[in-house]
């Protein structure tokens, strides 16, 4: 069983990426519209947003207990 503490922890990290993640997804939205898009701010973008999917998928697996079927 994982401390509180470090559940707390996780949880406000998690918190942190998924409104990130959220912002990037409006940032690339909005350049995606812009009728000149920055094609390697847009890359960098993205690539910035699987890193975060990457790693809130990580600290989910650290909240949530594996449960053997």
Known sequence: MMATEDEREFAAELARLQQEHRDLDVAIDALQQSPAPDL??????????????????????????????
């Not at 390697?40 to 053997?68: G, H, S, V, W």
């Open 40 to 69: 390697l701010q847009l890359q960098r973008l993205k690539k910035r947003k699987l890193m975060l999917r990457d790693r809130i998928a990580f600290i989910e697996d650290q909240i949530t207990p594996d449960i053997i079927a």
